[in-house]
């Protein structure tokens, strides 16, 4: 419970929608790993993001990228690009791999910062009863590349995802995911499964768009 409670705080931190600008996407998991928060804040052309994760160790990712449209106006692509800097818990040996570093006098607690650039592509477009969604990221910090496509039944408010994560620390990670909106609160239930790491998660989402 200690890894999860910065989680916790940062979910109980968020901005209410009614200061969230455009709009605001919150997704909250939990595993018998740990968990992950996720949440972007859209204003005008610009995107706040957080990302607040634990398992072995923790780490936090702060982002702001720039917006830029094309293509049909109706449902355009949209291309985002700016800055990113992660902080986390790192191991003693790991100190020179990072921008900043800092570890105590026993070498038993260390932490990392390093800073870089993040790209992203992505779309919504409806068709009738469906909705498709596509997103392609890459940071350059731990050169971390995510592939995702969605489903979403428009009139139930059913969906199912597909995604794919890799980046340069560990293998290249596919996983499935399931969500069901509750009534009109903005809210979804969500379940998913990444099959390297043999991980299920349950969490919920939260979206003013």
Wanted: hydrophobic fraction near 40%; charged fraction near 20%; include cysteine.
């Amino acid at each position: 419970m200690r890894r999860l409670a910065p989680i916790l705080c940062c979910a109980l931190a968020l901005p209410l929608p009614a200061t969230a600008g455009n709009g605001i996407w919150t997704q909250l998991d939990f595993s018998n790993e740990g968990g992950l928060l996720v949440t972007n804040v859209e204003r005008g052309r610009q995107v706040y993001g957080l990302v607040v994760g634990s398992d072995d160790q923790s780490w936090v990712t702060l982002s702001l990228l720039r917006t830029w449209q094309f293509g049909n106006p109706d449902a355009p692509w949209k291309l985002r690009a700016g800055t990113a800097l992660k902080a986390e818990e790192i191991g003693w040996w790991e100190a020179e791999e990072q921008d900043y570093a800092y570890c105590d006098a026993e070498m038993q607690d260390c932490y990392g910062a390093r800073a870089g650039v993040r790209l992203q592509v992505d779309r919504w477009k409806s068709y009738e009863s469906l909705g498709l969604y596509l997103m392609a990221d890459y940071s350059s910090i731990d050169n971390a590349r995510l592939g995702v496509a969605g489903l979403t039944h428009l009139p139930t408010g059913f969906g199912g995802q597909i995604s794919v994560y890799d980046d340069d620390d560990g293998a290249t990670v596919p996983a499935v995911m399931v969500s069901m909106k509750l009534l009109d609160t903005g809210f979804s239930l969500r379940a998913g499964h990444k099959f390297v790491e043999e991980e299920t998660f349950l969490g919920l989402s939260f979206s003013t768009y």
